[in-house]
């Protein structure tokens, strides 16, 4: 999503306020330098990821376009894409490329709709800081308000947007009361995702096995009953069809938590990922097996999907359920997958480009009068002349 120039110059605003800040202010109490540390335990979906790990992947260099913008000069995708080339450019790196730890925390559907919050480990020395806050300076600051936080710096722009530093290295971003339940988190006054045991038992479940202790990325959802309720009532109230897709789809509603846990893989290494569901029956989970299976028997049959290059991925996909628990696995070569990625998006992009008017056919040479005609016709059109010859056609074979 690409900001307006007003959001722009108050993101570089705040960011440079927020530069003065730590600088010239020191932050009081413990900081966390763990993005976790920062999740509040009633989060509906927790996502952790680790990019020093995941920009070691080829398919973090495809997707992003990692790669191509460094040929270009230009800065990383993700960068341009929130428009901040131009704070880039300004403090001399990227900033993104500067995290190495990244966690999401989005609260329950009954809490603050539409907020969720951002917590990331950034690398930043002294004088990067002194770099960025001389080269934007604090003009745009002046509406902004600052205070602390227990061991954060605090800066809210007039929009509500909130950002909050860490001497760690902990940067929080956010909005709303979710900002001020994650800070409260931080300062150990509100439980954190530690305390949340479904999400803790969810997550154990999928670094418990050798090798994935550590994974790239790390994500856990817990599905509200009240949110799964609606959505019985809802297809209830439908005209009911009577086929197997109900009977799947109120499987999938008795899912009450997923989770996957992805190893990225550098290149020449496999992309390997694990999946999770936690269901209400045993019937629910045989339920979403039985749609996997019939997704994936669709797939392996879709010689378009082989041809690009997505046939091993497929062919890797393995599902089990044991009692009121369904995991699934794929494992493929990152090379291989990233190669296919990039095939495509290549062969998207060269599907949403508008067709160019074809040229006017020429005729061969030495060709007589009327095949000329009929060549020009064919490139641009019947003219005037042969309109009127069809017209006068037309009326005596009436």
């Known amino acids: 999503m690409k900001l307006s120039l007003n959001a722009r110059a108050a993101l570089v605003g705040l960011v440079g306020a927020l530069g003065a800040l730590v600088l010239f202010r020191s932050s009081r109490g413990s900081a966390p330098s763990d993005p976790d540390a920062v999740v509040p335990r009633d989060s509906f979906l927790v996502a952790t990821v680790d990019l020093a790990e995941l920009r070691r992947s080829p398919v973090y260099e495809t997707v992003l376009g990692r790669e191509a913008s460094k040929r270009a000069g230009a800065t990383s995708l993700p ?74 710096a605090v800066i809210e722009d007039p929009g509500g947007r909130k950002l909050g530093y860490a001497s760690s290295g902990l940067l929080v971003v956010g909005k709303g009361s979710w900002f001020d339940t994650m800070l409260a988190v ?6 954190s995702l530690r305390d949340a045991s479904e999400h803790v038992a969810l997550r154990s479940t999928l670094t418990g096995r050798e090798g994935w202790s550590k994974p790239t990325v790390l994500v856990t959802a817990l599905l509200p009953r009240s949110l799964r309720d609606r959505l019985k009532k809802e297809m209830a109230a439908e005209e009911p069809s009577g086929d197997a897709s109900a009977s799947i789809m109120a499987g999938v509603l008795g899912v009450s938590a997923a989770g996957v846990a992805i190893r990225a893989g550098a290149a020449g290494e496999n992309l390997d990922a694990r999946f999770e569901l936690v269901c209400d029956s045993a019937e629910s989970c045989t339920s979403v097996q039985k749609l996997i299976q019939r997704k ?72 007589h009068e009327g095949e000329r005609i009929l060549a020009r016709d064919a490139g641009q059109g019947a003219g005037p002349a042969q309109q009127a010859g069809q017209a006068g056609r037309a009326g005596r074979d009436e």
């Open 186 to 191: 931080g300062a150990q006054k509100k439980p």
């Open 296 to 367: 994936r028997l669709e797939w392996s049959k879709d010689i378009a999907l082989r041809m690009v290059g997505f046939g091993a991925l497929i062919d890797s996909l393995d599902v089990r359920v044991e009692g009121t628990a369904l995991h699934a696995s794929l494992s493929t070569s990152a090379n291989a997958l990233a190669a296919a990625i990039d095939r495509a998006l290549r062969f998207r992009a060269h599907k949403t480009e508008e067709p160019t008017t074809p040229p006017p056919a020429q005729p061969r040479e030495g060709a």
């Open 79 to 152: 960068t341009r894409a929130l428009g901040m080339a131009n704070l880039a450019e300004a403090c001399g790196f990227d900033p993104l490329s500067r995290v190495d730890k990244l966690a999401v925390a989005v609260p329950e559907e009954e809490g603050d709709r539409g907020d969720f919050g951002v917590a990331a480990k950034v690398q930043v020395t002294r004088e990067e800081l002194e770099k960025c806050t001389k080269a934007l300076g604090s003009q745009h600051a002046g509406d902004n308000r600052t205070h602390d936080v227990g061991p954060f």
